[in-house]
């Protein structure tokens, strides 16, 4: 009997990913890896695909209401790989998802590409509540052995998560 592995190869690859696995990252370490922590709002997210590029792009514009962590600025771009453009959608499971008006804090990083992107994935969105976090690590799988101290800042006061940040950032230039 001849096996036919393209087809079932071609079929492996079309199925969707259930989770991406990644390191699980505690809060000193997203504070540590990130050129900016900022809490904000999301204005306004578009979608592209620049030449040369190989992924659709979802750009989302964040006004600071605070920056945690790095120089000033009167506007952010995130960009995230994925998105809908020209009636083609590119997922990529475990990436933060924004909403227009949607008060966040987010771990930012500076691409090779220059995109600032989450630290992390969805591991370095917080979803402000009131005055409470909301944490979404949908579609991610963490790899390893769990920390000792596995970190929980789902339902925590937003001041108390802001004053553990400083506390790490201070830490860090000393």
Not at 76 to 85: M, T
Request: hydrophobic share 40%; with cysteine.
């Amino acid at each position: 009997m001849k096996l036919h592995w393209r087809p079932a190869l071609t079929l492996l690859f079309c199925l969707p990913c259930a989770a991406t696995v990644v390191p699980r990252y505690d809060l000193a370490e997203l504070t540590e890896s990130s050129e900016w922590i900022v809490h904000g709002t999301i204005l306004r997210s578009w979608t592209e695909k620049k030449p040369g590029h190989q992924f659709t792009w979802i750009h989302h514009e964040l006004k600071p209401v605070e920056i945690l962590k790095g120089r000033a600025q009167p506007r952010f771009v995130i960009s995230e790989p994925g998105g809908e453009l020209g009636g083609v959608q590119q997922l990529f499971s475990g990436t933060p998802r924004f909403q227009p008006h949607e008060e966040v804090i987010v771990f930012l990083y500076r691409t090779p590409i220059g995109y600032l992107r989450v630290f992390g994935l969805s591991q370095g969105k917080y979803t402000v509540r009131g005055q409470r976090l909301a944490v979404d690590l949908q579609g991610l799988a963490f790899a390893g052995p769990a920390k000792a101290r596995s970190e929980n800042w789902n339902g925590v006061a937003i001041k108390d998560f802001k004053v553990a940040i400083r506390r790490l950032v201070a830490k860090g230039k000393e």
